[in-house]
T-cell receptor, first 114, second 111 residues
Framework: DGGITQSPKYLFRKEGQNVTLSCEQNLNHDAMYWYRQDPGQGLRLIYYSQIVNDFQKGDIAEGYSVSREKKESFPLTVTSAQKNPTAFYLC?????????????FGPGTRLTVL | GQQLNQSPQSMFIQEGEDVSMNCTSS?????WLWYKQDPGEGPVLLIALYKAGELTSNGRLTAQFGITRKDSFLNISASIPSDVGIYFCAGQLRSQGNLIFGKGTKLSVKP
């Protein structure tokens, strides 16, 4: 099946540890995105990438890092510098055309810092 | 970062009633999207709008791209229990590739 997969579904981490969240898509989409969702708030953009080996910071990039070595994959690392990492993390992807930039989301990863 | 104003924040309705929610922005958008999110899941795209004034339906859902390009609404007719969830609007600014999201409308439906 075509789609976006995120793993793991639930992740627990001790304070001070880095952790990497996986995002893979087989939709042949050019662009990929990472969002953070907190209760009662909308989605906030962490990082995005419109082409392999290139990515840009979103609104809340501090304490996070990404890589885009392959078109299909866009892993997100939550570093120990992120002060409040407990949240629901969503990955999305889209084609990038002049007319349309519709984003499709994965199922999400819930990260809890113990 | 900029956010859209989405209202209402929450709605409690009876099964069979119609629902209306909207989003407004101070900026012009060239794309409006409406998503539904179930608890613990990723948002699912409901309707995408690409032209000012466009009115698009998807089953019992109807959405419109405001003529000023600064607003959009979503209507749900004859609501059913599975309509429960959080509905998000999202807009794309002309000069950027990323989406701006509203804070969501939480819909509860009483059987």
């Amino acid at each position: 099946d075509g789609g976006i997969t995120q793993s793991p579904k639930y992740l627990f981490r001790k304070e001070g540890q880095n952790v990497t969240l996986s995002c893979e898509q087989n939709l042949n989409h050019d662009a990929m995105y990472w969002y953070r969702q907190d209760p009662g708030q909308g989605l906030r953009l962490i990082y995005y990438s419109q082409i392999v080996n290139d990515f840009q910071k979103g609104d809340i990039a501090e304490g996070y890092s990404v890589s885009r070595e392959k078109k299909e994959s866009f892993p997100l690392t939550v570093t120990s510098a992120q002060k409040n990492p407990t949240a629901f993390y969503l990955c999305a992807s889209s084609m990038v055309t002049e007319a349309q930039d519709t984003q499709y989301f994965g199922p999400g990863t819930r990260l809890t810092v113990l | 970062g900029q956010q859209l104003n989405q209202s209402p924040q929450s709605m409690f309705i009876q099964e069979g009633e119609d629902v209306s929610m909207n989003c407004t922005s101070s900026s012009i958008f060239n794309t409006w999207l409406w998503y539904k999110q179930d608890p613990g899941e990723g948002p699912v795209l409901l309707i995408a709008l690409y032209k000012a004034g466009e009115l698009t339906s998807n089953g019992r859902l109807t959405a419109q791209f405001g003529i000023t390009r600064k607003d959009s609404f979503l209507n749900i007719s004859a609501s059913i229990p599975s309509d429960v969830g959080i509905y998000f609007c999202a807009g794309q600014l002309r000069s950027q590739g990323n989406l701006i999201f509203g804070k969501g409308t939480k819909l509860s439906v009483k059987p």
